[in-house]
């Protein structure tokens, strides 16, 4: 299978989980889309719970789901908000989005960020993620817009196909070998909804849904996958 085969492949069939600040389906460049979920969490006495919630706090996942939604517009998309407006996120509450998104059966969780630490907070990442690689659902996220070698998470875990940000064509991404952020995908200057209008942005977070969406026409052509068959994929149809 080439690259050329998933061109005008939609998405159909692949259900993708937005981990994000939410999105906001009232913005006119997301006009129709109805999501499956539209989740938020709250405490619980000492607990977490999901809750029905609606819109974005900030834009950043609006951006998101307007990037897969325009290479994939046939994906089934749920926004599982786990970033604050200051796009920070509790290591719990993406722990809880992740296992939630796992067990109702998304195909792929699209992460457009990433949390460094220290290694008490690599287990909480490293339990979710396990349980998605044995689910067969895949995990994209993104990397540090300073430091592309700095470590991360989820993005450093070789289970993940995490990508940054480079200029290039939006029709294509590359490979790069001997990293844990091995691949690139158009993220500068893109032109994105946002609250209140549209902004003009750049960052590994909006190239990762580049990379999901081509994951997902993948997925839609080879159902059932298996993360690293499709890893393997992603690097062997990469842009030279």
Known sequence: MTRDDLQNLTGKGVRIA???SGIDTTHPALS???LADNIAFERDGPFLKAVETSGDVIGHGTAIAWIIRSMVPDAEIGSFR???SDLRGRTT???EAARLAVQRGYHILN??????GEARFVMPYKEWTDEAYLRRAHIVAACSNEDANQREWPG????????NLADMPPEVWSHRPGSMVEFLAHGLNVKVPWQGGWKVVTGSSFAAPRVTAWLA???EARPGMSVETAKEMM???AEV
């Open 111 to 116: 992460c457009s960020f990433g949390s460094p």
């Open 93 to 95: 509450i993406i722990w």
């Open 32 to 34: 129709g889309l109805k």
């Open 18 to 20: 937005v981990l994000d």
């Open 217 to 219: 026409r993948l997925l």
């Open 82 to 84: 786990v970033l604050d």
């Open 235 to 237: 690097r062997g149809m």
């Open 156 to 163: 450093w875990f070789p289970t993940v196909i995490t990508v």
